[in-house]
């Protein structure tokens, strides 16, 4: 069974940092990428980052290019969304989802049903104060 559970998310002033975390479970990062969502409130989800399962190679939004890195530790089944200069909008929840495909800007996820817990995490809320 795939299931995604991200943690890390919390309340921060704009110019902070915070470090978001997507542990995975029974599977593993061969077989699927791992991307970042993210969705303020009123607006669609949108793509914000996503690292490949082949060779490691990470995507970034435009909006978030420069500020926010992805890292992860296979061992621990686990990725990483670094983000720093945070900024108020910025604010939203933050899922991580299995990818079929995430490269050259392309995020492709393996189910779009959002309630789909095996492949879609439950999202973790990050505020950034003015």
């Known amino acids: 069974e795939v299931q995604l559970v991200e943690s890390g998310g919390g309340l921060v002033q704009a110019g902070g940092s915070l470090r978001l975390s997507c542990a995975a479970s029974?599977?593993?990062?061969?077989?699927?990428?791992i991307g970042w969502f993210r969705q303020a409130p009123g607006k669609e989800r949108e793509g914000v980052s996503c690292?490949?399962?082949?060779?490691?190679?990470?995507y970034y939004a435009d909006s978030v290019k420069g500020r926010f890195s992805l890292s992860s530790d296979n061992a621990k089944n686990t990725v990483y969304l670094q983000m720093n200069n945070l900024k108020p909008e910025d604010t939203a929840v933050y899922y991580c989802?299995?990818?079929?495909?995430?490269?050259?800007?392309?995020?492709?996820?393996?189910?779009?049903?959002?309630?789909?817990?095996?492949?879609w995490g439950q999202g973790t809320q990050v505020t950034v104060s003015s």
């Open positions: 690292i490949s399962d082949s060779d490691g190679s990470t």
């Open positions: 989802a299995a990818l079929a495909h995430c490269s050259s800007g392309v995020m492709v996820v393996v189910t779009p049903a959002f309630d789909d817990y095996n492949y």
């Open positions: 029974a599977f593993t990062f061969d077989k699927y990428a």
